[in-house]
């Protein structure tokens, strides 16, 4: 770097940021050239640095470009390419070469960009159709108490079997239905918050990249009107135009797509509570029910214990008699039916 820096004539500021590996993007004018700092990314998916921001240094000189990067990246390339194929249609300057190295940088940012577009639509899909899943499962599990609670026997059995028998087989489909939703929510959603957490990393990611690139092409474009020897022609403010409206394009669609994983993230977290409400109001509905059981077998549990112990019992006098013990039987009975027919008519527990 010292003899490229003595034999260009390469300032020690800008020697010093490429040595530095400098992140900030910017450009700087020199005394016989220009200093274009740009970055991009690692675009090796096997590698273990992918998407870690790569420093891509351009000096430019009235009749030359110099690049410098710490990693290996295809971008000189894919320049050398272009020029190759618009060889016969225009003879390339040293300011069109810089401005082609900056577009292919900006270029490689797009299909990520569709990408995320692609992956927050199946994610903002997939949570609709969890949120619309369990909303049918709620309303198939009230009509289903509601049909439960309005038969009234076998008359209404004989009745809907008569005209058809349509409620069976609708509460059949209710059930499949109720099933396959309850699966289908599940497959959907049992790593959807690893997705929305790994898409809103790549989201960001992009973002701090893109970030500060619409301020550094419009001061690009800016020292394209400037009258100095070494400031880039006017030629290429147009192109820089392109770019800048590319990139501004870019951050407004990744600004967008996060604040739509944000709310998908939040309407996940939302049905996750619900259902954990769901299941907490079915395990109090079945305590309730315990508890009533519990309420009408302990009272029973207390006079057939008795029998049991050294007391007198009614009707112990009167050997081979068991009409005492019938009495007494059928009195539980009757005691158990009418708590239970109390808290199911009365109460509504069981």
């Not at 957490?197 to 009107?225: P, Q, S, T």
């Not at 006098?317 to 009195?331: Q, R, V």
């Amino acid at each position: 770097m010292k003899v490229l820096a003595r034999v260009f004539g390469i300032h020690q500021l800008t020697t010093e940021d490429i040595l530095m590996e400098e992140e900030r993007e910017k450009v700087e004018l020199f005394q016989n050239y220009y200093f274009v700092n740009y970055r991009s990314f690692e675009q090796d998916k096997d590698s273990e640095d992918y998407m870690e921001p790569v420093n891509i240094y351009v000096v430019v000189f009235r009749d030359g470009v110099l690049t410098f990067h710490q990693t290996m990246t295809p971008h000189p390339a894919n320049v050398r390419r272009r020029i190759r194929q618009l060889n016969d249609y225009m003879s390339p300057t040293a300011d069109w070469i810089s401005y082609a190295m900056i577009d292919d940088v900006t270029d490689v940012y797009a299909p990520l960009v569709s990408q995320i577009e692609q992956e927050v639509d199946n994610i903002d899909d997939n949570i609709l159709y969890m949120h619309q899943n369990s909303a049918d499962s709620i309303t198939m599990d009230s009509e289903q108490r509601q049909n439960a609670g309005t038969k009234s026997g076998k008359n209404q059995t004989a009745t809907t079997e008569k005209e058809g028998g349509l409620k069976p087989t609708n509460q059949g489909d209710m059930g499949a239905r109720k099933a396959e939703g309850e699966l289908t929510a599940g497959e959907s959603g049992g790593d959807m918050l690893r997705r929305v957490g790994e898409c809103r990393k790549k989201v960001m990611g992009l973002y701090r990249l893109l970030g500060n690139k619409a301020d550094v092409i419009k001061g690009f474009a800016k020292r394209c009107n400037e009258h100095w020897e070494v400031a880039p022609r006017s030629e290429i403010g147009l192109y820089l135009g392109d770019i800048q409206d590319h990139i501004v394009t870019m951050t407004g669609n990744l600004s967008h797509y996060e604040s739509l994983l944000s709310r998908a993230h939040s309407n996940y977290l939302a049905q996750i509570n619900i259902r954990m409400n769901e299941r907490a109001e079915q395990t109090n509905d079945v305590l309730g029910k315990l508890t009533v059981l519990g309420t009408i077998v302990l009272p029973m549990n207390i006079v057939t214990g008795m029998w049991g112990m050294n007391v007198w019992v009614p009707g112990q006098s009167a050997e081979g008699n068991l009409t005492w013990f019938w009495c007494i039987t059928a009195g539980l009975l009757a005691f158990g039916l009418i708590c239970y027919f109390i808290a199911k008519r009365v109460y509504g527990i069981v």
